[in-house]
């Protein structure tokens, strides 16, 4: 008799596996995420008609895009897909805010850009990784 469960059950936690984006669907989560900028910032949101939060917006992009499921939460994208440095980073890659605790996430664009749906501004808008705010927050990057 086991106790505590079977050691292969699947965990409800887990994110099911996927192949990596392929270099076409990373530039179109690029390019449809830069498309959406000016959408109305909703807290919970994850349709461009209903607005975006940060992490419905990526949901709602990746999608659409590359057919894949990201977490809902922040907290769990900074579990999503597997880290790369920012030397490494490419278009549709996902740029997460906050150490020990993530906060806020975006998906980056190149150029040092990435489109994000923050709260203060009350819009979908592009910002710049450089930019004095974003650049005293600790920030890890994703490649789902």
Not at 18 to 46: C, F, K
Request: charged share 20%; hydrophobic share 35%; glycine share 14%.
């Amino acid at each position: 008799m086991l106790l505590g469960g079977c050691a292969s059950a699947p965990r409800p936690d887990r994110q099911p596996a996927h192949a990596p984006l392929t270099d076409e669907q990373s530039s179109d989560i690029a390019i449809h995420a830069l498309g959406l900028v000016g959408t109305p910032y909703r807290w919970g949101g994850n349709t461009p008609d209903s607005g975006f939060d940060c992490s419905g917006l990526i949901g709602y992009v990746y999608k659409s895009r590359a057919g894949v499921a990201p977490p809902r939460t922040v907290a769990q994208l900074t579990d999503f897909g597997r880290p790369v440095g920012e030397d490494d980073l490419r278009t549709g890659d996902l740029v997460i805010f906050g150490g020990g605790r993530a906060f806020h996430a975006g998906i980056f664009v190149g150029e040092g850009r990435f489109v994000h749906a923050p709260s203060s501004g009350g819009q979908v808008r592009l910002d710049r990784l450089n930019n004095p705010y974003w650049q005293r927050q600790a920030q890890s990057f994703r490649r789902p």
